[in-house]
């Protein structure tokens, strides 16, 4: 009887150590994250804050974020915006996929004297990959296309971003 009763005890105590660790790895719970990156899903050269929805027994988790960020123009206002949710399989190592509606590209009617820049947004869906560190520091690649308004543009403009940051808590 005393055995089993240390067994037990001791049980409980490895799961409560285990359990405690897995609460201090921000990878594995809920929570707002912020980055500063390069490209689409940026709005330019910019930042982004994300909402990560992550609970314990969710094979696939998602997030939500928007982004602004400085894309260069030759008259106006050089921000561009972006907005947009994800789906991520893995832990540390993670697969994603990406939906935002963000900035493709800028223009200028050429008219004398110039008018100022136009901004051109549509609906991007890119893949990538994103490793989050234990601590909540992460890095995120993501490659895929842009879908525009064939009038001003191709069409279909790729669309990229990588980008460095930090879970809160």
Do not use: C
Request: net charge negative.
């Amino acid at each position: 009887m005393l055995v089993a009763a240390s067994w037990t005890g001791t049980a409980y105590a490895e799961g409560a150590s285990a359990s405690a660790s897995n609460s201090r790895d921000l990878a594995l719970t809920s929570g707002p994250a912020l980055s500063v990156g390069v490209g689409s899903q940026s709005g330019g050269a910019g930042g982004r804050v994300s909402y990560y929805f992550a609970p314990a027994d969710w094979e696939v988790r998602f997030g939500v974020y928007f982004g602004a960020g400085y894309f260069p123009v030759l008259q106006g206002t050089p921000l561009g915006f972006a907005a947009g949710g994800f789906a991520f399989v893995g832990q540390h190592h993670r697969g994603l996929i990406d939906v935002s509606y963000s900035l493709i590209e800028t223009g200028n009617i050429l008219i004398l004297p110039p008018t100022d820049d136009f901004k051109l947004y549509g609906l991007t869906t890119a893949v990538g990959y994103e490793y989050m560190h234990p601590g909540g520091f992460f890095v995120r690649l993501t490659a895929g296309a842009t879908f525009g308004s064939p009038t001003f543009s191709h069409g279909i403009v790729p669309a990229g971003n990588i980008a460095l940051g930090l879970k809160l808590f």
